[in-house]
């Protein structure tokens, strides 16, 4: 009976342990967040959607606007996207919409149903003084908001030019598992305590690879972990998981919009993850009257590892579906 009086005290004491530690680590998280808020403020502008401030990113000039529309999870997509986009500017217009929940864009505990989302992106590029019709540039789940754009508002959507982008049928085919929600949430209260702070140098990079990148700065990479801390998995990130296939039956039931020049950009990589994923994309695209699709021997983040050859890829397809086919219609 001794023995398990003590063994008890030990229990209770190392719990207590370990509840000091966890509040300390949150503390001392929430006064990092601060201090790096106001060393790495928002490079775009915050424009007010749905009582939330949302962060659009833009630069460049052109005859065609680039809105890039992240995957999920993707903590910030301003810089996830710059060894892409810094190719881009010296002949478009590149805009980065960061979703609720991502990036320097506050989390929001609206709705994530695809209506919601898009209206909301089109709202944030409205007050950022952006003019459509755009190109579109959406990352894995993304695509289902891109595509459903072209399908509601056709006359917005120049072209969509998808990074490995979702569709509605890999969402809705047998070999697509949800993530378990109990792992999702014990993920996120490691994130919102802190705890993803103490990781070493490679599990940090594994889950930021652009850390490795020659192409971004010191600064960039900085303001890549500041907003990983902050943004990593947000309240906002964890409601879109619930959202997933019912937006993807919506996108599903309105058809493709088969008018929309597009380009999918389709990493064979992506197979570990949904097993017909290749396969279901380059079917996809091919229902497209102006559709063409490139595989590439690449991880999901297809525009870390291809950036330089998707950038002349994009700049070749815009300039034959659109600049060539006005110079012939001018002559004629």
């Not at 979703?99 to 609206?110: H, P, R």
């Not at 590892?305 to 002559?331: C, P, R, Y």
Request: hydrophobic share 40%; charged share 25%; net charge neutral.
């Amino acid at each position: 009976m001794k023995i398990l009086k003590i063994a008890g005290k030990i229990v209770i004491f190392g719990g207590g342990i370990i509840v000091v530690l966890l509040v300390l680590s949150a503390l001392y998280h929430k006064y990092e967040l601060r201090n790096e808020a106001k060393k790495y403020p928002p490079p775009g502008e915050l424009v007010q959607v749905n009582n939330n401030k949302m962060h659009v990113y833009s630069e460049g000039q052109g005859d065609f606007t680039l809105i890039f529309m992240s995957g999920h999870g993707t903590s910030c997509p301003t810089i996830d996207f710059k060894p892409l986009w810094m190719r881009m500017t010296d002949e478009y217009r590149i805009v980065v919409v960061e979703k609720a929940g991502y990036g320097w864009s506050e989390t929001s505990s609206s709705s994530r149903d695809i209506d919601t989302m898009l209206e909301e992106t089109r709202k944030a590029l409205k007050l950022s003084g952006e003019d459509g019709p755009y190109v579109l540039v959406p990352h894995s789940m993304s695509g289902l908001e891109a595509i459903y754009w072209a399908q509601k508002y056709p006359d917005e959507v120049k072209a969509i030019i998808g990074l490995d982008p979702a569709i509605p049928d890999v969402y809705l085919n047998s070999s697509f598992v949800l993530p378990q929600k109990s792992e999702l949430f014990f993920m996120y209260l490691i994130s919102r305590i802190g705890l993803s702070r103490f990781m070493g140098k490679d599990e940090l990079e594994k889950n930021l690879p652009l850390l490795k990148s020659e192409e971004l700065s010191k600064e960039d990479k900085e303001k890549l972990k500041a907003t990983f801390y902050k943004s990593s998995l947000t309240k906002t990130m964890l409601n879109e998981v619930n959202y997933i296939q019912e937006n993807a039956r919506k996108v599903k039931t309105n058809g493709i919009p088969i008018n929309i020049p597009m380009y999918f950009f389709i990493a064979e990589g992506s197979v570990n993850i949904i097993p017909d994923w290749k396969k279901k994309l380059s079917e996809y695209v091919t229902e497209i009257n102006f559709g063409k699709f490139k595989l590439f021997n690449s991880g999901h983040y297809i525009h870390h590892e291809k950036s330089d050859i998707i950038a002349n890829e994009i700049k070749d397809f815009l300039m034959e579906q659109f600049v060539s086919k006005i110079n012939v219609t001018i002559k004629l």
